[in-house]
Each structure stands twice: as C-alpha cells, then as structure tokens.
C-alpha cells in the first residue's frame, strides 16, 4: 500500500481541502484510498479532511453497503472573507474547465 507520500517542499495555490473536495466532486463514491493516491496525501489527512468540510457544512456522506456516497454542498461560500462571494460551486467549475483543457 506504500507509504507516506513525498512531501512537498513549497508553496502551491491549492490547499489539501480543495484537492481533496475536488476529487470528491469528481466522484462521490470516490474512496479514501483513491483520494490520499490522487492527492498525494495519507489516508489519515484525507480522513481528517474529510472531518472539516463535514463540519463546515461543505460536504456530507451516507452509508451504502461498505461503501461512502458523499455530497458536495455547491452552494457554500467559500471560508475566507475575501472569497465568500464565491461558491463551492463557483471554485469546483474553474477546477473542471482547468482538467478539460490539460485532459
């Protein structure tokens, strides 16, 4: 299952949050697993991720089987004040526009 993923030794414009919403939105029964690959995260930072949006009321999720759905809140302005015109909504569409145009 590998171990730790490299950390990263500077600066990026994304936080761990909005990959790990992203990847989400992607794919609502995206696993934990999955999430920490794509991200490059542990699978304890995804869970502990995962925690916050929940309780910031950005995403929640439903048990089916062995298995989460989650559901991403769009339209939750985003948490800092110099953002909060914006949407989840609005930030998860630049995200999408970005992956089509480098796919």
Same mark, same amino acid.
């Given at each position: 299952?590998?171990? *730790? !993923?490299?950390?990263?030794? =500077? ?8 990959? *790990? @919403? /992203? /990847? ?5 029964? *995206? %696993? ?8 490059? @995260?542990?699978? %304890? =930072?995804?869970?502990?991720?995962? $925690?916050? @949006?929940?309780?910031?009321?950005? @995403? #929640? ?5 062995? $298995? ?7 339209? #939750? !302005?985003?948490?800092?004040? /110099?953002?909060?015109?914006? #949407? *989840? /909504?609005?930030?998860? =569409? ?8 480098? =796919?």
């Amino acid at each position: 299952m590998g171990g *730790v !993923p490299e950390a990263h030794s =500077s600066w990026t414009f994304l936080t761990n949050h909005a990959r *790990v @919403l /992203a /990847a989400i939105a992607k794919d609502r029964t *995206v %696993r934990i697993r999955d999430i920490a690959a794509h991200c490059r @995260l542990t699978e %304890r =930072s995804v869970q502990n991720i995962i $925690s916050d @949006l929940e309780r910031g009321g950005y @995403l #929640t999720h439903t048990r089916e089987g062995r $298995s989460n759905i989650y559901r991403v809140a769009p339209d #939750t !302005p985003l948490r800092h004040p /110099a953002d909060q015109q914006a #949407t *989840v /909504a609005d930030l998860l =569409s630049l995200l999408a526009q970005h992956d089509t145009r480098h =796919s």
